[in-house]
């Protein structure tokens, strides 16, 4: 059994879940505890009272600790990924890969702890000094997904952390191996009792405390849409003007333009990238491509003879391209907007079939890279996220219209363009209302080191990662002496 970790002991839940391994259902990774609501109290008033002396720990102290976590990370990328790949489909590379950069993570904010910064100023008064700091919030609650079990946990609480926070970490239910893992590297840090507790458990049971309790000083959220909304009302609407302070990414539906002048074997592998690698199962993936009509059919064709060569199979296994779908709720979702793409006149191209066994026999939940093409920007499949690894392709008479279908969705997290034209890209960067644009590069696929986030339904909030982190994790302070 694999316990929560409350005020520095491995405490057993109300009750246990299975971690299933989707490439191979009969394959049980370990059963996690499941906290209930009083346990999540306890994680709360544990992190609670650690607050005041970690908030006053020095900026040695915190980069001791999170370089330690980071440099463990990093040495056993190769076991952390394969257990990432195990619970959650992505191929090993991609996994191992995922490791790797939450290991960078935490020593990045290691060294931004040593970097607090802070300004001097001389008041338009005579004889008063003003000093801006920032300082810790307090406790905040930390809610992840389950596409990415360990790189989203690590840019959450190693800013957290980094800053002089206290940590109540919620991963996802299905995938807790991950969360598991870098929770046990982190309780054996350093960190001082109740600094970080892991409460694995239901989000209506965890989560809900985590937004309700007038402790809790901020929550990180990513996941969909509908639960992020519910997060911010719960967040704005708690009782006697307490509001928490939240920062939600909930997602997109992003585009990726090729345009006439575009190099076809770049734009092909940046689309198939985007589109399909993590079994689509990003929210910066390219789910919608809008291809101008001098290249439309050549793409289109390129595409299809690209697809053909991918190989659908266990995630762990050496030359897998796409693993599977990560649980039997989610694969139900992608064939059915499959479905609903063809019933509103799309034409599945290619792919988009179930596969119910590998090639070893093993049963898992496996689906052919799917293409549905002569769509239109109304249809379904073109506003609404589907999160599987399902593409569209709608035509462009020629650039504006590839620009101004580009922006018709209510998401703006990441955007890209294929072109050899400077022009081109140069006005895509300016006027793509996305968060994040990519110039012939996938537009999954971003730096550790620099801001992440987007902007319209997809995002609200400050930017995570990078030093722009500071701006959720801390609150400034303005002070004022009279010499």
């Excluded at 489909?89 to 060294?111: D, H, W």
């Excluded at 649980?327 to 119910?356: C, F, M, N, P, T």
């Amino acid at each position: 059994m694999h316990k929560n970790l409350i005020n520095g002991d491995w405490l057993d839940g109300a009750a246990a879940s299975r971690n299933i391994n989707p490439s191979d259902t009969r394959d049980v990774i370990g059963e996690y505890a499941q906290a209930d609501a009083a346990q999540a109290e306890l994680a709360i008033a544990a992190a609670t009272a650690a607050f005041p002396a970690w908030s006053l720990s020095t900026p040695q102290q915190r980069f001791d600790i999170l370089d330690a976590v980071g440099t463990e990370i990093l040495a056993r990328r190769a076991e952390l990924g394969d257990l990432l790949a195990r619970e959650e489909g992505k191929t090993l590379p991609e996994a191992i890969g995922e490791v790797q950069r939450a290991g960078n993570i935490f020593k990045f904010f290691a060294g931004e702890a040593l970097r607090p910064g802070g300004e001097s100023l001389p008041s338009v008064r005579p004889g008063v000094g003003v000093e801006v700091t920032r300082e810790a919030l307090g406790v905040v609650g930390l809610i992840t997904p389950w596409n990415f079990p360990i790189a989203i946990p690590a840019w959450k609480i190693a800013p957290a952390l980094a800053w002089g926070n206290c940590v109540v970490f919620k991963p996802a239910d299905l995938v807790p191996g991950s969360a598991w893992a870098l929770a046990e590297i982190l309780s054996r840090s350093g960190l001082p009792a109740g600094v970080f507790n892991l409460v694995m458990g239901r989000g209506s049971v965890v989560g809900e405390k985590l937004l309700n309790d007038p402790r809790v000083a901020a929550i990180s959220f990513t996941g969909s849409v509908a639960t992020g909304q519910k997060v911010a009302a719960a967040c704005i609407g708690r009782p006697q003007g307490g509001m928490a302070k939240f920062q939600l990414e909930m997602g997109g539906k992003n585009p990726m333009v090729v345009l006439d002048d575009a190099d076809l074997g770049l734009a092909v592998n940046a689309a198939v990238n985007s589109g399909f690698f993590s079994t689509g199962q990003r929210c910066t993936a390219s789910s919608r491509l809008i291809v101008t009509d001098g290249i439309h059919d050549r793409f289109i064709a390129a595409m299809l003879e690209r697809m053909k060569a991918l190989k659908v199979d266990d995630a762990r296994k050496a030359g897998t391209d796409i693993g599977p779908v990560v649980d039997a709720s989610q694969l139900g979702q992608d064939v059915d907007y499959i479905g609903i793409a063809k019933a509103d006149g799309g034409r599945l191209a290619q792919g988009g079939e179930r596969i119910e066994k590998n090639a070893d026999g093993a049963p898992g939940f496996y689906l052919t890279p799917a293409l549905i093409t002569d769509t239109t920007p109304e249809m379904r499949i073109n506003r609404e996220e589907v999160f599987g690894p399902v593409v569209s392709v709608i035509r462009a008479r020629d650039y504006e219209h590839a620009l101004q279908l580009s922006n018709d969705t209510p998401f703006g997290l990441a955007a890209g363009i294929a072109t050899t034209s400077l022009k081109h890209a140069t006005h895509f960067k300016r006027h793509s209302q996305a968060g994040m644009v990519m110039v012939n590069l996938p537009t999954a696929g971003v730096d550790y080191h620099v801001p992440f986030g987007g902007r319209k339904g997809s995002s609200y909030g400050p930017r995570e990662q990078g030093r722009n982190a500071a701006e959720f994790y801390t609150t400034v302070k303005t002070a004022y002496t009279q010499a």
